[in-house]
């Protein structure tokens, strides 16, 4: 059998661990061979697909991006299933394994139900947010670096007796956020799901400043704060809900300072939290991940991903993880909340 393996989506720690387990697994298993499709869905669409051998993967499990490199290239563009019907048979590909969050898993779960293509799909997002999978990998180094610069913001912020505002990645959940927000200590944590006022944030960073701390904010790319509308105009808002010109964190600042009195800067983590080297955490998940999905094109078992559970790596039909996203549970805001201010 000759598995093509393609990375599609936002880059993530762990891709290439994942990659490697796959093909160590294949070839010294099964005596599978392999193939890299360059750039996701966009190297299965253009034919741009090369031998992958065991060297290639020598080493890369440490190392963070994709050796396959990415993009957000959807399947049903650009010939679409037809076209990669035609490049896998002239290629003499048997099965595709996809390694993306929800939009690529989606795409590969209609290609392998709908089109009856031969592929399966391997979980990933730093956002945590796929459900029918306890973790993604990427998501526990996310966090460790989310969790890093508040430490980091909490000494500077403390020698200027200042406010800090940290913005994290989280698109439509606040996981990176509750979590670094916990681990770091922070007065106010704000995630999409659970929205809350000014008043509230500025009463959680005033209750920090008379206890005499410094006072810490981490807030989700996609919180949306409640009375956004009295703050901007509709026209500030991307079509997501997201503050747009600067972000959230940079809308918060300003007015933090204003309510409080207090002085306040505001960092996006950005890109930082999805590059460089995993966590042993995510080398361990990804791999298995990895090594789990040749075992899926090994059973013919397409539609299926790999996925974690409890400690098991199970089989998961890839249409059921992709219905749905993981959003933070009532239980973990209530819990969260005894922590702020
Ligand atoms: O889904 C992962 C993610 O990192 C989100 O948290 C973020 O909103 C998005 O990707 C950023 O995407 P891009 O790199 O295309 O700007």
Redesign the pocket.
Known sequence: MNIGILTSG?DCPGLNAVIRGAVRKGIRQYGYSFSAIRDGWRGLLEDDIHPLHMVDVRGIGARGGTILGTSRTHPYSGGGPEKMREVMAARGIDAVIAIG?EGTLAGASRLADDEGLPVVGVPK???NDLDNTDYTFGFDTAQEIATEAIDRLRTTAESHHRCMVLEV???NVGWIALQSGMAGGAHAILIPEFPVGYEQICDWVRSAWDRGRAPLVVVA?GFVPEGLDDQVSDAGLDKHGRVRLGGIGNHLAPIIEERTGLETRAVTLG?LQ?GGSPTAYDRVLATRLGMAAVDLCHDADWGQMASLTGTDIIRVPMAEAVDRLKFVPQHRWDEVQVLLG
């Open positions: 936002g969050g997002t730093i956002d990645m989280g698109r790319e890109h999805r």
